[in-house]
């Protein structure tokens, strides 16, 4: 186990209209802090969980640091990166270099913070990996100078039940060892707990125990299954939001 990396602080769901994201998740129960406003130009909501959370980000100022999420958007929207969570970045930053792992030098910002004493500042330094490291969804460390700012109890509660982070899944293609980087880039980052099984499709499905979340490593030929599940919580949310489901779309129906 990594001494520096201690699990899974956030993942960041890049959306190009924080508003109706906003007003989105909002709908679907999840109590989102107010918007924040970082020094490197992003903008944010998030929605905080006991241990950790997830980002919605925007990007409404370019900013160097932040290319790899103007890249990703211009793309589309989504799961755009894992943050691992450590209390040291720069040991985080040895570590990861002592085993060849490229990243990023740390980096320092932060937000202002409403309170209702006055207003501080949420501090955050980072190392940010290689996008290549970790193909699909870039990786980065964070470590938070300011938790209290960040977990707040007031926005810790949600009507839809959730209460954190269950599981990552890494989705490779393993034939002729495509799915090396993705398998080298769990261990290599987190050096977790590990526990081995085969799967039903004869290929070796690798589940990390780190920070109390389970990242599993699965074969590509299993994304046909998380498809169908995604087209169903895509088809609740849509109901949700009173709008036409793509099935009824299909059948011609409004």
Known sequence: ?????????????????????????????????????????????????????????????????????????????????????????????????????????????????????GERDAAFRIVQLAPAQTPGCRSFVCQHRTPDLVWRPGYQTHTVGATGLAALAVVANFAAGRGASARGGVR????????????????????????????????QQMRDRALGHARAARELEQLLLGQPTDRSQQEGRL
């Open 1 to 117: 186990m990594r001494r520096a990396i201690t699990g899974i602080d956030h993942v960041v769901i890049a959306v190009r209209d924080l508003d109706r994201a906003q007003e989105t998740y909002a709908r679907l129960g999840f109590t989102l802090t107010p918007r924040g406003f970082h020094t490197l130009g992003s903008a944010n909501h998030c929605i905080m969980f006991g241990g950790d959370y997830v980002e919605l980000l925007a990007l409404p100022v370019q900013h160097p640091a932040m290319r790899y999420y103007a890249d990703f958007l211009a793309r589309g929207e989504g799961l755009a990166a894992v943050a691992l969570a450590s209390t040291d970045a720069d040991a985080a930053y040895a570590e990861l270099a002592a085993d060849g792992i490229e990243a990023d030098s740390p980096l320092d910002f932060s937000r202002p913070v409403e309170l209702p004493n």
């Open 188 to 219: 290599l980052l987190l050096r977790g707990a590990e526990r081995s099984a085969e799967s039903e499709l004869g290929v070796r499905v690798r589940d990390v125990g780190h920070g109390g979340i389970r990242i599993g490593l699965h074969h």
